[in-house]
C-alpha cells in the first residue's frame, strides 16, 4: 500500500501565531502515524475571487477552473492528497475572507460530480483548527463541516480543535492535544479508506420505488392528526 | 464479522411528516447496503431537560444519568448501534426543544472519555436529516456535524439531506436521494470500521516535547513582522 | 410617558453561575437607565415541548398555545414587556433544550402577525447574554438574533455579551461592561421606542408595481453576461 | 431634520440575479419611507484581503485602514450613512469570500471604539437579505446579525429576507415583501435615531460595584447545590 498523503492549509497571513502552531502539531501527529505532510500556506497564492458561473449555468463550474492564478495550482495539492487539514485563523467569528475565496473556488472541484459522477474532493478525509482571540470558534468549525462534508469528505472521529484567547495556545493544553489527535485521526482514517476507490455517491437510486415504498411505511404507522396529539400533550405523559 | 447496527432517531412529534418519510429512505440504504437498522421514535419517550451537573463538577457527569426517566433506554440503544441518523423537523432554524434535551443528556455518553478513557459513542458513524418549511437546513446540519463529532462520531462523506418547503419531500430528487446515501454510507463505513476498537481519541501525547518542536519549527520559518506584511501588501504581489 | 419594563429570561436551572450572575447585571444597567426590571426563572416553570401545530395548518398556532401548562404564564410577561434580555448557558455550543422549548412556544405569539396583522412580540428590544465553560458563544447569539429578529424585535447596538471559560464571570471585565451595556441600551431603546405603536411589518405592498419597478432598473444595468465576467477577473484589475 | 442615508450594499458580481432584484426593492422601501439611498456594488472595488494587524497589536487597527486599495472609498461611504442594507449571494451556505474580506477590513471601523471611544459604525441601522440556489440562508442571516451587532450596529424588527431556489425572487412573495419591509423599516428607526448622538456603548462603568451588587444578589437566591437540584428533576414537577 502506498502511503496516504495529509496536506495541511494554513490560512494566517501571520505564521508565527496560534493557527501556525496548531498545524505544526496536526502535522506532527500525521507524520507520527505514517503520513506523508506538506503544508499549503494560503497567503503565498493568489486567488481570485470566485463569479459565481454556476448561477448562469450549473454545468459551467468544472475542474480546472477558468480563472487565471493560483488555485489550480492548490487544487492540485487537493487532489492528489488523501487527508486535508484546514488550520484557521478566526476574523469576526468567521473564516477569513481569503480562506473562504479558497472555499468558494473549491467548487470547480465538487462540482465534477456532476460532469463525470465523482467529487474530486469524494472519500478524503478532512478536519479543521480555529483559533482566535475571542468568540467564532463553533461557529467557524461547525461551518467547515458542512463544507467539506458537501464536497463529499469524511469527518473522523474528534476531527476538531480550537482556542480562543489572545494567550499563546502552546499553554493550551486541550488545544495542543486535540490538534495532535486530530493529525493522527486524519491519517488513521486515511489509511483504512486508501483502497476505496468507489465514490460515495450515487445516482444508482430508483426513485418510484423509494416513494412507493416510504408512502407504505408510512401509511403502517396510522399516525394520529393534530387533535390527538394535543390531547396527548394535554393529557399527561 | 457481525453484521453492523444503525440507529435512526426520529425527532418529529408528527410521523406522517417530511422527516419521517426521509427516516425511511436513508432506512432503506442501510438495509440495502446490508446493515440491521431500527428506527427510535424520540416523542415515545420521556426525556426530561439536563440540569447542568457538569458544570458543577466535571466528574459529576457520567452513564448511567441520575435523572430517572426514559433517556438511559434510548442510550442503551444509541451505545449498542455502529451508525446514528439523526433525522429532525427544523423549528426556528434548528432543532426542536425536546431534540435538543437528548443531545444535552448524551453529554454523560461523551464525558465518559474522562472516566473511562473513551467515549461510549466513539468511532461510532453519523449522518442527518434536516425537513423544514422554511429556512434553517444549514444552520440546522452544521450545527450537529459538530456536536456529534464532539461525542466522537465519524461522518461519512454526502452525511447530509435537508428539505425547505411546504411541499412533500418526496417530490423533492435531491433530498430523497441525499438520504439514500445517507443510508448507504452510514453503513458502508461502518462495516468498514467494524474491527476498529481502539479509541479515536489519546491523552497519550508528549506535550513538552510537542511544544518544543512546534516552537523550532515557527523559528525556522524565519516569518516577517507586520510591517513587513503591510508592505508586502500594498507593493502588489 | 409610563415607564418601559425589561424582562430578563434566565435559562439556567442553576442561580449561582455565570449566566445568573450577567442576568443580574444586565437588569442592574436596565434599571440604573430608568426601567422596570423583572427577571423570569425559566427552570421554575413547567414548560412542554412544542407539538408543531403549524406544520399542520400554519393558522392552528395562535396565542394562547393549546398546550396546558405554564408556557402561557410566562408568554404574558413577555407580551406585557417593552424589552426582552435572554440570558442562558450554553450546553454543546447552543441553548439547552428547555431553553429552546420557550423558542419553540413563542411561535404562537410570533404566528399572531397572520391571524391579527401583528406579532405580539413586534416592536419589542431585545438583547442577549451567553455564558459557557467552553466554545460556542457565538453560534448561540448570532442564533439568538436572527430568530428574536423573526419574531419582530429589535436589536439595539451592542446586544450580546459572553464568557467560555470555567472562572468566575465577575473576573471578566469584557463580560460584565458588555452585560451592562445591555441594560443600558435595551432600557435606552425602548424608551425612544416606547410611543411607536404601528406594526413594524407592513403586508400594505403593491407586489406587481414592485416586481415591474425592479424589473426596470434591472434592464438599464445592461450587466455583461458570463463570459464577459470571466474575460474581466482574468484581465488583471 | 436632515434625511437619513441608506446604503445597500450589493455583494453579487452578477447584477442580473436575485440578490440585485431584492436590493432594488429595499431600496425602494426606504425611498418610499422618504430616505435617500446608494447602492455599493462591492464588485466594483479592489478590496484585499485583511492582514490582521489587530493579532500583532490591538491598537495597530485603526481607520483609515493601512492597505492602500479601494475599502476607504467604501468606507466613507458607510460613515456617512445612517443605514446600511447588505445584500448578498450565498456560496457554500455563507457570504461569498469577497463580502467576507469587506467585513473583514470593516474592523478599523468598529475598533475606533478603542482609539476614540465610539466605533465609526456606531448607532447605525442595519439589515440583510441573502440569496442563493441552495441551503444557507438562516447561517449566513444570523451571522451577518452578529457581525454587524458587534460593530455597534442596531438591527431593526424584521431584518431579514431570503430565498433559497434557483427560480426568479419576483415570484417569492414572501421574499419581495420581507425585502420592502427591510428598506422601510431601516429607514423608519435611523430617522427615530437620527438625532441620537451618544455613543451606544459605555466605558463608564463602576466594575467594582456591580461585582459586589452581582455578589449580594445571588446570595440572596440560597440557590440549593447540585443534590437538590437532582432530587427535584427525580421528584417529579
Known amino acids: 500500500m502506498n502511503t496516504p498523503k495529509v496536506v495541511i492549509i494554513e490560512g494566517s497571513p501571520r505564521r508565527y501565531g496560534n493557527s501556525t502552531k496548531l498545524a505544526f502539531i496536526a502535522e506532527k501527529g500525521a507524520k507520527d502515524m505514517g503520513c506523508l505532510t506538506e503544508i499549503i500556506w494560503i497567503s503565498d497564492y493568489e486567488i481570485k475571487p470566485c463569479i459565481g458561473c454556476v448561477s448562469d449555468d450549473i454545468m459551467a463550474c468544472k475542474y480546472p477552473c477558468v480563472i487565471r492564478d493560483d488555485f489550480n495550482k492548490i487544487a492540485e495539492k487537493l487532489i492528489s492528497s488523501d ?59 461547525s461551518y467547515l463541516m458542512d463544507v467539506f462534508n458537501s464536497y463529499g469528505c469524511h469527518i473522523p ?29 486524519v491519517c488513521r482514517l486515511s489509511k483504512i479508506l486508501k483502497e476505496e476507490r468507489d465514490p460515495w455517491y450515487t445516482f444508482n437510486v430508483d426513485f418510484d420505488e423509494l416513494r412507493k415504498y416510504t408512502e407504505s411505511e408510512i401509511s403502517k404507522l396510522k399516525m394520529s392528526p393534530l387533535e390527538e396529539r394535543v390531547a396527548r400533550a394535554n393529557g399527561g405523559k
Do not use: C, Q
Open 83 to 141: 487527508g486535508i487539514i484546514l488550520s484557521t485563523p478566526i476574523y469576526w467569528y468567521m473564516v477569513p475572507g481569503h480562506v473562504k475565496i479558497l472555499l468558494d473556488r473549491m467548487t470547480s472541484l465538487e462540482n465534477m460530480l456532476l460532469h463525470n459522477g465523482k467529487s474530486l474532493l469524494d472519500g478524503k478525509v478532512a478536519a479543521f483548527i480555529a483559533t482566535g482571540n475571542d468568540a467564532g470558534t463553533s461557529t467557524t468549525i
Open 157 to 185: 472521529a474528534w476531527a476538531l480543535a480550537y482556542h480562543h484567547s489572545y494567550e499563546d495556545v502552546l499553554n493550551n493544553g486541550p488545544a495542543v492535544i486535540d490538534s495532535y489527535n486530530i493529525g493522527i485521526n
